[in-house]
């Protein structure tokens, strides 16, 4: 389970809001189109950075700052580590970005501040005090918290490669490719039409030129061919069951369908290989590693149930939510 952090949620923003801002000329710095800034990214720059120099992300003299801090706006800063670390994080969420190219890092650089300046902004209004905004902000806080107990709690707890074997071994027919059916029929409006057809076919007739000739069935043309199914869907549950235990060019007995009275012969039948275990390893160990984690949140949650006794209004809540079906 991934740490909850800037990487989840700060970087998809910021690279959004890159977008946003500076428009195709970000694709331009990113490295992914030309290199050519337009008039209309000159006058975001000099509206964020009014004084700076030609260097992207450049505020002007640095004298004014105390220590690592690249740029300050009232209360908050940044220092150069952190514009780093937040560099190397959005390198792993956008692959393409030349973190070491002075004018990818300076759009970071003044991305990040013109964010700031709105955040500022917005604090500095009354947005901060609305019951939407703090709702918004007590919900984030507590997906984070829940998301980071999670985090700790199965950071230990993986599936190993032996768990991975033993439940293939145990459970081969989930890991078997389902078989494919070409299947042709033909439809009698009788039971004794169809017996009749059938001595037909069991005397050497050709299926597909009998089907055209005496089926009653609307693809009797096409020699009763039939769209090919896989197991279990078949047209009809009399249908799979006369198959099952055909071989390719096998035929079935009469049986009752829907149309009438049905006998059927298997063109062919691919798939039904199991698939090897080394092509399955690693989703059956992804899938138990999360089968075990969630054992160990749903145990947790069983207890802190116990502890805590959730204390539930039944008639309140039958009116909200409803009464549980039976």
């Known amino acids: 389970m991934k740490k909850p952090g800037f990487i989840t949620y700060g970087i998809p923003c910021l690279a959004l809001g890159i977008v946003f801002l500076t428009g195709c000329d970000l694709l331009n710095q990113l490295g992914l189109g030309h290199k050519k800034q337009d008039n209309s990214q000159k006058i975001l720059d000099a509206a964020v950075s009014p004084d700076s120099s030609a260097v992207p992300g450049s505020q002007g003299t640095s004298g004014a700052l105390p220590g690592n801090i690249l740029v300050r706006i009232g209360d908050w800063s940044l220092t150069a580590d952190e514009f780093n670390d937040r560099l190397n994080l959005l390198k792993q969420q956008l692959p393409d970005f030349k973190e070491n190219d ?3 890092r300076g759009a970071v650089l003044d991305e990040l501040v013109r964010q700031q300046l709105l955040v500022k902004d917005a ?33 230990s707890i993986s599936a190993t490669e032996d768990e991975a074997r033993t439940y293939y071994d145990a459970n081969k027919d989930r890991f078997t490719e389902p078989v494919t059916w070409s299947v042709r029929q033909i439809i009698a409006g009788d039971e004794a039409t169809a017996k009749s057809i059938l001595v037909q076919i069991l005397q050497g007739g050709d299926f597909a030129q009998i089907a055209q000739a005496q089926s009653k069935a609307s693809n009797a043309a096409d020699g009763g061919k039939i769209k090919p199914f896989i197991t279990g869907k078949a047209p009809f549950d009399a249908m799979q069951i006369a198959i099952a235990n055909l071989d390719e060019g096998g035929t079935s007995g009469v049986f009752k369908g829907p149309e009438g009275y049905y006998i059927v012969k ?3 039948k691919t798939g039904g290989a199991i698939k090897p275990f080394v092509d399955v390893k690693k989703d059956l160990v992804y899938g138990l590693t999360m089968q075990k984690q969630q054992a160990v949140i749903l145990s947790r949650l069983k207890e802190l149930a116990e502890k805590n006794k959730p204390e539930y209004n039944k ?12």
């Not at 604090?123 to 985090?151: C, M, P, W, Y």
Request: negative net charge.
């Open 102 to 104: 002075s004018n990818s």
């Open 266 to 268: 298997v063109d062919s």
């Open 315 to 326: 008639d309140l809540i039958e009116q909200v939510i409803g009464k549980p079906s039976s």
């Open 123 to 155: 604090e500095d209004s009354d947005i901060g005090n609305t019951k939407e905004i703090k709702d918004a902000i007590e919900d984030f806080r507590k997906t984070l918290l829940v998301q980071e107990l999670a985090s700790r709690m199965t950071k």
